[in-house]
Nanobody, 116 residues
Framework: QVQLVESGGGVVQPGGSLRLSCVVS????????MDWFRRAAPGKDREWVAQISRTDDVTHYADTVKGRFTISRDHDKNKVYLQMNKLKPDDTAVYYC????????WGQGTQVIVSK
């Protein structure tokens, strides 16, 4: 059974930083493209944030986070990370990691709140 558990969220002031982690069990993160998504509020669609590709760890970002967020992974620990810098109130959301596969598998997510 594949499980993804996100952590690292919290409350941070605008301009601050957080590092989100996603530990995966039941499937290796190596050899798969991995995505981070976020949902700003219940009932809203999840928004794609970033991807690290299956090969060569090429990364892609939504325009809204480009230059501020960095996705990475640790093959040995089977984890995926999202380093978030220069956070803005619009980054407030529940953040999820998943395999870039259909159907997606979702964890519980981790809440990020950017507020004064």
């Amino acid at each position: 059974q594949v499980q993804l558990v996100e952590s690292g969220g919290g409350v941070v002031q605008p301009g601050g930083s957080l590092r989100l982690s996603c530990v995966v069990s039941g499937r290796s993160v190596s050899g798969h493209s991995m995505d981070w998504f976020r949902r700003a509020a219940p009932g809203k669609d999840r928004e794609w944030v970033a991807q690290i590709s299956r090969t060569d760890d090429v990364t892609h970002y939504a325009d809204t986070v480009k230059g501020r967020f960095t996705i990475s992974r640790d093959h040995d620990k089977n984890k995926v990370y999202l380093q978030m810098n220069k956070l803005k109130p619009d980054d407030t959301a529940v953040y999820y990691c998943t395999f870039a596969l259909a159907p997606p598998i979702w964890g519980q997510g981790t809440q990020v709140i950017v507020s004064k």
